[in-house]
């Protein structure tokens, strides 16, 4: 339980940072005086480069230091890249100097979010699976501790850090807090549970292009006779299938070469079985086109949302809200979905328990990019009502007096949509790819979303360039956000046709090699 402890202050000290990372939108704006759309470019790259690195992380970490020297390394990341930040933002620093160490210091908490994102959770866990093995209570009171700790520190992070006027002082907090967090982490270095790197299941993957682009010059097998398998070293052997036929060299037999030879180079001579996890990893790729779409959908959350909330009245009565509690809607809204999505998981298992892993839909990311299209539907609707009060009260440079609560839908079908998405697509990838690559194949999504993100900055500059710069001016109540609102619910609208035609085009594939994979598995030859 006290290595529990001491793990989850990480978690709590993460929270304080992402709340902090969540007003970045406003910082630029309010204080760097850069336009909109600037500030939402950076903070787009920003949020992409820290989705693309995941997969990349997560190699290293599975490959060669484990997720004890990873959480090390993000923890560090952080303390530096937030330190780096608050200085940026006090008064020591001006001009050229300040933007340079503020890139720098985005640049070094990206690290620390792909490394804590990747590695918190299952070093968690591993923790966890002591006090498991001994039979006593401790993972329920260190369950309830840590989720209460996680609600206190969110309550906190939510109210008092906009309070704090200051933004170097708001940024130094969660420095202070990764460096406190990093010193109670390392005080149970000795006692913590670690799981030594085993090697990365890509390796094999890398191993089948390798392979197979070393036989270019060969013909394609005339059967699977011709075709390398070891049947006694794996029990869950995987039929040879007909589609990606360039990959089958890889697991071709040379007649030049004895057998003894070829198998002692894995990187020439590969089994059926690992070729075909290969195919069934490539399969799925198409489908990842999606979460381009829903990747500019995601970015606009901490970007054009934020900036729209921060002209808004935000009171509550007499009390000032704070924007970041509308994060806290969003982010209920999203494991709320997770769960549902969760619950009817379990359901459809049961109603189908024959049903076949590889042919089941992924039901959930459909219904996440309709609720996209409601999602921006809405956030146009309330910006259309939002200018109209700004055009009729001549409140160009002011505070527009129309409640936030106005952006609570958007923000809860937001939420919803993050959560559907998320967790329907990782269910899928776990029916449809090995066990040890589906986790990988998550990531590559999150980092695809991450190019989504990213690619909202060009969606921008080219509708500006199309309107005439009318839609994107240099501050939002000039602009027409809600135009901008309408081109991206065309988009999603797309996006729909587009995972039909993939999913369609996936069904049949797989029709084809089932037709195909009894045959295979009566003529392929076991060496």
Known sequence: MASFLRVIVLSWAFTVAWFTLWMLMLYLTNEMKLKFTDAAAIVNVFAGVSAIGHLSMQFLVDAFIGHFWMLCLSTLAFSFGFGFLAISASPILSGNGQKGLFYVALTVISVGIFGRSISLGVFTEDQLEEGRNKGNPAKLVSFVIGNVGNLVFLLLAAIAMPQISPWFVRFAIPSGCEVLAMMIFLSGTCSYRRVKPGGSPLTAIFRVFVASASKMSCAYPNNSSQLYEKAECDQDIKPHTSSLRCLDRAAMILQTEPLEQQRKNRWKLCRVTEVEQTKSVIRTVPLFATSLIS???????????????????????????PLPLLLLFSEAARLGSRELCVMAAKRHAIDLPESPKQTKTPYG?????????????????????????????????????????????????????TGIYENSFALYLEETVPEELSQYMVLFNVGVCGVGIMSNIALVSVVGRVSGGKWFQDTINKSRLDNYYWVITVFCMFNLLLYFSVTYRYTMCNKKDGATQENDRRTIGFV
């Open 295 to 321: 990747g500019i959908v995601f970015s606009l959350g901490n970007t054009f949302f934020l900036e729209q909330a921060n002209h808004m009245d935000s009171k509550f009565g007499s009390w000032n809200l």
């Open 365 to 417: 990311i459909p219904v996440s990019i309709i609720l996209s299209i409601f999602c921006c539907s809405i956030a146009a609707h309330v910006e259309s009502r939002r200018l109209k009060v700004v055009r009729t009260q001549g409140l160009l440079y002011e505070t527009v007096p129309m409640s936030v609560f106005w952006l609570l839908p958007q923000y809860i079908l937001l939420g919803s949509i």
